[in-house]
């Protein structure tokens, strides 16, 4: 009964079921939307907290910083997902923590993702021009001061790209947190399935999903406008929106850097 | 002819301000200078010249702390800059005891190195007011004559991209002198500029040399700007000084081989 | 008092287990899954690249659409609408994932292409040499150079994207675990020891590509 015929001869009354369900479906969406948007947060700040740990003078704080990051991209968001959500609870005081099940994902999620991340804010501190770093010198600036004040904000128009990408995969990572629980998107429309069909359902989770993504973009192609206008790059955001709907992807996922 | 305050033997008015004592620096194997050995009085303009990789530009970002020293001393001001001496070894200066002395001085960039994120008035002012602990108001008032002086007045909210090279380096040279340096280090400030744009460097630039008693260490391409603001000139190659003596001396009666083929290649 | 938390039996129970499902099928997965994104992803970018509009645009939209999609949605879609068709669901998710990062696969050849330089098929076309030998023996051995080390790194990530297979219940290592930690309620070791499998089969392979990355740069 089911198949690509299937779907176009149910779509009508499909639609009717999804209108039904969409109070939970809405719901879904609420929740992928709060993981990705708190996962994003949490791994932006582990981004920024690690990425700046691996640039600072002190080689014990680089070494560390540096353990976290390759713990936390080799050992697979699946795995830090189970392991928040089936080990944490079974350790010894004073751990022994059931969390939430969106604590669980935005924690997992912010640390993977944010571990990634700690790599791209590196990266473009890095590639700030060195002559930056010499004028800070030349002019005594204290080099906390110098790294906040012109060192981040000229990386930040730098990194913007491949925090985007980041989200996204963040995003598309969600989809995995139903497994410990957590009722998103994902899991809302699988339950739709028996009713509608296999190919209306998913083909509705994929486009809402790739609507959400589509958010993303806009939200960092704005940020990205922003910030290159504020370095002398590029026209004010009121000047360019037609570049907040170009599509992501190019020369970051060209690298591999991103995932 | 310009004006020369300081005939040969000048230097030995008062300390010297800057001093290099068997200075060495190497790139990996690359020996860029060798036992090197120079002063600079106060007040005096020293401009280095000869062939590039003749070690010049290290000089100045070695004076900067930019580089780190290999062997030997640099003292400025009497102060060590980045070892010292104590009771023949040879200790590192601390970072903070560096930058200390490194207020003292300020460096021109051949690329500018403005800060791209902020206006040409913050360029200016960000130093003063975190560095001297200036409050905001006079830092932009003291930004202010500054931008006058290089005539830049009209652009102070402008950001450096909207600027031409030459009106950045103008900016530039601001904000090295709002940190009321005592040492100025020119690093071939016009060799980045379009060649109508360099006059308006340096007529700036002479400005500043007739008007302070900045000591200048000058790394420059052009002999008549050379001629006209230095004291003394230092002829180098291959990390050790070929001659030194006035501009006269050395631009039109150079006692070395060297020179002589070197200023004939760039004149 | 407790049993302690960590148990060397359990540990060692489990971790044969694991590396079975390691190599018999996180491994494969990956190495055939990566073939597949190699070969299709080049595909797609010189169709991307040489095909009329009306060809290229939709498949540019395709590739998109399933780039910004999440994998998991994709395998259990997949697996729902193929099963009745095809017996192995293993092979429906090596399909899937390499299908998946063709599309990743497809910008890093689009940049390799973009990256031989304009005068390289100007030569060719004085040359006049066809179109199909242009690739084959001008741009191709070009462009796939700088393409390494992304693809290197996709393959990592394509390792350690595996355990999204655990949707369609494949029996690769991380599911291995949770499987163990259900059916002995001891999910300590299980799920540490995969994570450590994780992280000492990447690591390595991540800094030998790192390295690979300076040296091509």
Known sequence: MDGVIGFFEQLGPNIEILGARMPQILEGVQVTVLA??????????????????????????????RIFVEFFRGTSLVVQLFWLAFVLPQLPYPFGWQLAPLAIGVLALGLNYGAYGAEVVRGSIGSVPKGQYEALSALSLSPVRGMFRVIIPQAWALMIPSLSNLWIQLL?????????????????????????????AFLFALVAYYLVAWVIVIIMNALEVRAKHKIGRGPALSDSLGTLLRPPGGKNVARGAMV | MPENTAPDGATSIGAPHIEFRDVVKRFGDNTVLNDLNFTVAKGERVTLIGPSGSGKTTILRLVMTLEELTGGYIHVGGAPLQYEDQGGKRVRVS????????????????????????????????????????????????????????????????????????????????????MDPEILLLDEVTSALDPELVGEVLAVLKDIAAETDISMLIVTHEMQFARDVSDRVMMFDQGSIVEEGSPEKIFSDPGHQRTRDFLHAVL | MNE??????????????????????????????????????????????VAPGFISTPVTWVVEFIRMTPLVVQLVFANLVLSPYIDSTLAIGIWVLGIHYTTYMAEVYRAGIDSVPKGQWEAATALSLPLLRTWRAVVIPQAIRSTLPALGNYAISMFKETPFLVVIYIPEMVRVAQTYGGDTFRYTESITLAGLIFLVASYPTSVLIRRLEKRLA
């Open chain 2, 95 to 178: 970072d903070k005891t560096r930058r200390r002395t490194t207020t003292q001085i300020g460096m021109v960039f051949q690329h500018f190195n403005l800060f791209p994120n902020m206006t040409v008035l913050e360029n200016i002012t960000e130093a003063p007011i975190h560095v001297m602990g200036l409050s905001k108001a006079e830092a932009i008032s003291k930004a202010e004559g500054l931008l006058e002086k290089v005539g830049m007045s009209d652009k102070r909210d402008f950001n450096p991209s909207q600027l031409s090279g030459g009106q950045q380096q103008r900016v530039a040279i601001a904000r090295a002198l709002a």
């Open chain 1, 36 to 65: 990705a948007a708190f996962g994003g947060l949490l791994a932006l700040v582990i981004s920024f907290v690690f990425g700046i740990a691996q640039t600072v003078k002190l080689g014990a704080v680089r070494i560390i910083a």
């Open chain 1, 172 to 200: 598309k990572g969600s989809a995995i947190v139903s497994t410990v629980l957590l009722y998103d998107l994902y899991f809302r429309v699988e339950q739709v399935r028996d009713q509608t069909g296999t190919w209306f």
């Open chain 3, 4 to 49: 302690s938390w960590w148990s060397w039996d359990h540990a060692a129970a489990v971790l044969p287990m694991l590396l079975e499902g390691f190599f018999k099928y996180t491994l494969v997965a990956t190495v055939l899954g990566t073939l597949i994104a190699v070969v299709l992803g080049l595909i797609v970018a010189m169709t991307r690249r």
